[in-house]
């Protein structure tokens, strides 16, 4: 996985991306790759805030990962800087390779490096797995979060 390159995602990753999305259980029930409209809207608004970093990691040609890194200023904590990790996927063929550890350490890095204090994520309470991966990395499960649609 040497040739692995992290990098911020283009317009034309978009369909790999939105098809990561929607490979598991939960992504089939949210998420429509036959209709990238909705995902294009949402796509330049991210390019458009230096905050936002949707980024892809990229084998040979192929895009194998995805995950977004937000950036917070904030008043709590004596006024820290966090970091928020969303969307993390990784293609179905790659999963188990080592690369989501990768693109992990990657936002964590990135986090240092926009100066941030904290790093956070939320996982659906359905990943089980997924949690034993983040604990592994060393997030530690310490808050409960809750959500509404609108």
Not at 9 to 22: F, N
Not at 38 to 66: M, S
Not at 89 to 103: C, F, K, N, P, V
């Amino acid at each position: 996985m040497s040739d692995l390159e992290i990098r911020p995602a283009l317009l034309e990753d978009l369909p790999a991306i939105v098809a990561m999305l929607a490979d598991d259980p939960l992504g089939t029930q949210r998420e429509s790759p036959d209709d990238l409209i909705p995902y294009t809207a949402a796509f330049e608004q991210l390019a458009k805030d230096p905050r936002q970093h949707q980024v892809v990691a990229v084998l040979g040609n192929r895009v194998v990962g995805t995950l977004q890194l937000t950036i917070i200023a904030g008043l709590s904590r004596r006024g820290s800087t966090r970091s928020i990790i969303e969307g993390v996927r990784i293609h179905a063929d790659e999963r188990g390779s080592g690369l989501g550890t990768r693109l992990i350490e990657w936002a964590i890095d990135e986090s240092r490096r926009q100066n941030c204090q904290l790093v956070q994520l939320t996982s659906d309470a359905s990943r089980t797995e997924a949690h034993q991966f983040y604990e592994r990395l060393g997030f530690g499960a310490s808050h409960v979060g809750f959500k509404m649609s609108i």
